[in-house]
């Protein structure tokens, strides 16, 4: 192709040669497509049909020619990847290092193909009864970067598949961010069993709330507040058997305040009234998270507000995987394919977070980045190839990242 996108797919290369090294040590007959299909998933999303385009697109097939993007290579490599879930496991402790940890699980991952057998119908955390696949991702609470992962039965959501996938990784302290569907007094007592930190969002509903304070009206009784995301939020402390803190954000709150109201007048068959909506209105805006972690409570809301941009920033990659069925022949593939969008999301944070240092964030986002730089192009001549002429926009934002451009 005579015009090829140069900026990002440079970018990703040079930020990332660690990765390819690695890669390159665990897998050396494929590493090369390995890469290409989790950087094309960063920054298109797209489905693996559509690989070979983009590719061709694409600076990468000039770093890394030859590579094999056909659909019969792309089920023969994902399966042999799968194959080599200890490859992937050393891989992933290769950038294992000493930072505190949260384990996370990602319940939301559908798959319709038959043959996949971790497929199995199972609730997900808003009881669907549906095909998945869970996933638990081990995040570095201080580095924001995604250490390890691993696949799991749809059907299985217990302590002991996450004790076994902390033991997996080699590492020893995890604090395991649960979602609001996983607190029950046994899963409590399993924890503690086997000696595993954690914080867990309890429902609204749920009698371990002290909702008093909530019901007064006013900050009186709270116990303070602290700023988190350019949000004040209040809380206080329920006095229980079980520590449980209460968080209000007091713009979450507005927010749904409206939202409720509106769905009086839109939805009034589903429960909507004004006569439920007093009922629940001390609630609106609250968070309430159950945990055995002696840290302040500012730090506890933080931990698991890492869990909510986890899962946003994973639902870019989630939403495709249903084009990718005809490619997912077996659990192995399933595998193969998870460790393609591990390394995407791993791109994502990394630029994420090159975004949050450089204090940008309220003005790009990642794939802003990868859109912007995109834009840096190379044309291909009888001389040989030469830069085309870069957008004011992006040298500017190249500028504000740090990142350089050729002249031209």
């Known amino acids: ?20 090294s690695t890669l390159k040590k665990y897998f050396p007959t494929f590493y090369s497509e390995i890469f290409i299909l989790s950087v094309l998933r ?36 994902l399966e042999a990847v799968g194959h080599r879930r200890e490859d ?21 991952i559908f798959t319709k193909s ?31 970067l995604p250490l390890f992962y691993r696949l799991l039965p749809g059907s299985v959501r217990d302590v002991a598949t996450m004790a076994a996938t902390i033991a997996e990784a080699g590492i020893s302290e995890v ?5 609001k569907g996983f607190y029950s007094e046994s899963n409590i007592g399993l924890l503690k069993d086997n000696n595993l930190s954690y914080i867990i969002p309890l429902k609204r509903n749920s009698t371990l709330i002290d ?27 329920c006095e229980s058997t079980i520590p449980v803190y209460v968080y209000l954000d007091d713009e979450l709150k507005v927010q749904e305040v409206k939202d409720y109201l509106a769905r009086i007048e839109t939805h009034p068959e589903f429960g909507y009234s004004l006569d439920n909506f007093k009922k629940l209105e001390h ?3 609250t968070i309430s998270l159950v945990t055995n972690l002696k840290e302040p409570a500012p730090k506890i809301y933080s931990y698991f507000k ?13 939403n495709t995987i249903s084009a990718d069925g005809s490619y997912m022949r077996n659990d192995f593939s399933m595998e193969g394919w998870m460790f393609i969008n591990y390394l995407a999301l791993l791109y994502y944070y990394k630029i994420y977070n090159r975004l949050l240092d450089k204090e940008l964030l309220s003005r790009y986002s990642p794939s802003d980045v990868i859109l912007h730089l995109s834009r840096c192009r190379k044309a291909r001549t009888s001389d040989g190839w030469i830069d085309l002429e870069i957008p004011k926009q992006t040298r500017m934002l190249a500028e504000n990242l740090g990142v350089i451009l050729p002249i031209t």
């Open 1 to 20: 192709k005579s015009i090829k996108e140069y900026g990002a797919g440079t970018y990703i290369i040079e930020d990332n040669k660690i990765i390819t």
């Open 42 to 77: 960063f920054f298109y999303h797209c489905p693996l049909k559509n690989m070979g385009i983009y590719y061709t697109d694409s600076w990468l097939s000039e770093e890394f020619s030859g590579a094999r993007l056909s659909k019969d290579s792309l089920t023969h490599i």
């Open 88 to 108: 992937i496991v050393s891989f992933l402790k290769e950038f294992i290092g000493g930072e505190e940890k949260l384990l996370i699980d990602l319940t939301h």
């Open 114 to 144: 038959k043959g996949v057998n971790l497929a199995q119908k199972g609730f997900n955390s808003d009881l669907e009864f549906i095909p998945q696949v869970n996933l638990l991702f081990i995040f570095s609470a201080g580095g924001r």
């Open 175 to 179: 604090i395991i961010i649960a979602d």
């Open 211 to 237: 909702t008093g304070i909530l019901e007064k009206g006013t900050k009186a009784s709270f116990e303070g507040y602290f700023k988190f995301g350019g949000r004040y939020i209040f809380y206080y402390r």
């Open 283 to 285: 609630s609106f805006g």
């Open 306 to 318: 890492t869990r909510v941009g986890v899962e946003q920033a994973f639902d870019a990659f989630k």
